[in-house]
């Protein structure tokens, strides 16, 4: 059956739910005095052409009862509510009142919430993609009093989510979720023109938070003068997060919270509880298992710096990745070598400035047993051009090769030798090992052991 245009109108009256590309969005628009979506709540929208965002909200202000938008996949608009000033004619007359709102749009740079209060109001459901070049949430004299669920994930220049007064609005959130957003610094900051009274924000109704991927976030608020409330808290969960060290900079109460579950590259989720969540964020930061120094630029002082040694920072890490540190010379210098009794795995790649894997030689402290690593079993050298020694002294028991299984180096051309000859009989488990791309490595095969090994070098 073909349909006339009065069959259309019928139909697209009584539509409740419309999923369509842009082409069709501006056939309609087009015709949109013939068209009413006068029953129309959810709308989702592939792929918005149009340079001018103000095209896209006055369509939305032509569907009277929309509650539920999604646009995906975009890559022109810009502002989602216009900073322009958008015609009363072209609006019809109509407020939105979206309750869920969810955009992907790669090249957003401002949502404009502020520029539409009755928004504010509306929503309960905020879901933000890809907005790749958005670099605030809400403006702070935004208040999100009704929204019930938020999540951001790759949102790339965010470097805070939320100021103080626009978390304190969110007294009905029961969900928080943010992911993948690698240049925030921390989830709630401190107002531009706040001053230095105490501020109490309470997450009233707040159940669950989850933060993902958050490579440079360091706390969820770093403002000494803002103490937070969490009733309802039971789940919180940290993955792949480095550089967290304390959840909030004042105390937070969280009395349903009975564990923080987190997660580090290369383990399985675990729970932690010491009392209190601070405490708790706090002792997971020190019980790293998995630590990549690149990760953590606060950390390369404590390299060169003997004053700022932290033994208990170190003391649980069993995996250890130098990664294009161009300012070390010494990978564990001697006043380290202490902290990392238990380190299991070292990994050291594409460093120009190593000279030395192992500093085992200071001349004001010597040497001894007690300082020594007990659990070295693998041990990855990769690309250091001016690699001179492994090890610039024997050993002597102090770092144990009874445990050392694994043993790869390749593109260390300055490197002449990697064991000293007296160390030979404290190889007794190496099960492999692979040397290439060292000009400089004198090659000599020993029978001492057992296997195909090739480009092996003992020198005395």
């Known amino acids: 059956m073909v349909l006339d245009s009065c069959n259309w109108s019928l139909v697209i009256s009584k539509l409740e739910h419309l999923d369509i590309g842009s082409k069709e969005v501006q056939w309609l628009m087009s015709n949109r005095d013939k068209y009413r979506f006068t029953s129309l709540k959810?709308?989702?929208?592939?792929?918005?052409?149009?340079?001018h965002d103000e095209t896209l909200y006055c369509f939305l202000h032509t569907i009277p009862n929309l509650q539920i938008f999604e646009l995906r996949g975009n890559h022109n608009i810009r502002e989602f509510v216009p900073s322009g000033n958008t015609a009363p004619k072209q609006r019809l007359g109509?407020?939105?009142?979206?309750?869920?709102?969810?955009?992907?749009?790669?090249?957003?740079?401002?949502?404009?919430?502020e520029r539409d209060p009755a928004l504010q109001r509306s929503l309960h459901l905020?879901?933000?993609?890809?907005?790749?070049?958005?670099?605030?949430?809400?403006?702070?004299?935004?208040?999100?009093?009704?929204?019930?669920?938020?999540?951001?994930?790759?949102?790339?220049?965010?470097?805070?989510?939320m100021t103080c007064s626009t978390a304190k609005s969110l007294v009905q959130l029961t969900t928080l979720k943010v992911q993948y957003c690698l240049?925030?610094?921390?989830?709630?900051?401190?107002?531009?023109?706040?001053?230095?009274?105490?501020?109490?924000?309470?997450?009233?109704?707040?159940?669950?938070?989850?933060?993902?991927?958050?490579?440079?976030?360091?706390?969820?608020?770093?403002?000494?003068?803002?103490?937070?409330?969490?009733?309802?808290?039971?789940?919180?969960?940290?993955?792949?997060?480095?550089?967290?060290?304390?959840?909030?900079?004042?105390?937070?109460?969280?009395?349903?919270?009975?564990n923080v579950l987190a997660t580090e590259s290369g383990e399985k989720e675990k729970a932690y509880w010491k009392g209190d969540l601070?405490?708790?964020?706090?002792?997971?930061?020190?019980d790293k298992v998995h630590l990549e120094l690149s990760n953590h630029s606060e950390l390369k002082q404590v390299w060169h710096d003997k004053t700022l040694v932290q033994v208990n920072r170190f003391q649980n890490v069993k995996s250890l990745v130098v990664k294009g540190c161009s300012d070390i010379v010494h990978v564990i210098p001697f006043h380290l070598l202490h902290c990392f009794k238990n380190l299991e795995d070292l990994q050291v790649s594409d460093c120009n400035e190593v000279q030395v894997i192992f500093n085992l030689d200071d001349s004001s402290n010597k040497v001894t047993k007690a300082?020594?690593?007990?659990?070295?079993?693998?041990?990855?050298?990769?690309?250091?051009?001016?690699?001179?020694h492994v090890w610039n002294t024997d050993p002597k028991g102090i770092?144990?090769?009874?445990?050392?299984?694994?043993?790869?180096?390749d593109g260390c051309d300055s490197l002449e030798y990697v064991f000293l000859s007296s160390m030979a009989k404290d190889l007794v488990i190496l099960e492999n090992l692979s040397i290439k791309n060292c000009e400089q490595l004198e090659c000599h095969c020993s029978n001492t052991f057992i296997g195909d090994y090739t480009n092996f070098n003992f020198r005395s």
Not at 371 to 388: A, D, I
Not at 399 to 409: A, R, S
């Open 371 to 388: 300082m020594g690593m007990t659990r070295l079993k693998k041990l990855s050298l990769k690309n250091l051009p001016n690699l001179e």
């Open 399 to 409: 770092i144990h090769l009874q445990t050392l299984k694994d043993l790869n180096v």
């Open 278 to 286: 601070n405490a708790t964020v706090q002792m997971v930061f020190a």
């Open 126 to 161: 905020l879901v933000l993609i890809d907005c790749r070049r958005l670099r605030r949430l809400a403006h702070s004299s935004v208040s999100f009093t009704h929204l019930t669920y938020l999540q951001v994930s790759r949102c790339y220049e965010l470097k805070t989510l």
């Open 42 to 51: 959810q709308l989702y929208l592939q792929d918005w052409q149009s340079d």
């Open 183 to 258: 240049q925030l610094n921390e989830i709630v900051t401190k107002d531009e023109q706040e001053n230095d009274e105490g501020i109490k924000i309470v997450f009233a109704n707040l159940i669950t938070i989850q933060l993902t991927r958050l490579s440079n976030l360091t706390s969820f608020c770093s403002n000494s003068n803002c103490e937070f409330s969490v009733p309802l808290l039971e789940k919180l969960t940290l993955k792949y997060c480095p550089k967290m060290k304390t959840f909030t900079a004042k105390h937070i109460a969280a009395p349903k919270l009975q």
């Open 94 to 113: 109509t407020v939105l009142l979206l309750k869920e709102l969810t955009l992907n749009a790669h090249n957003m740079e401002d949502i404009g919430f």
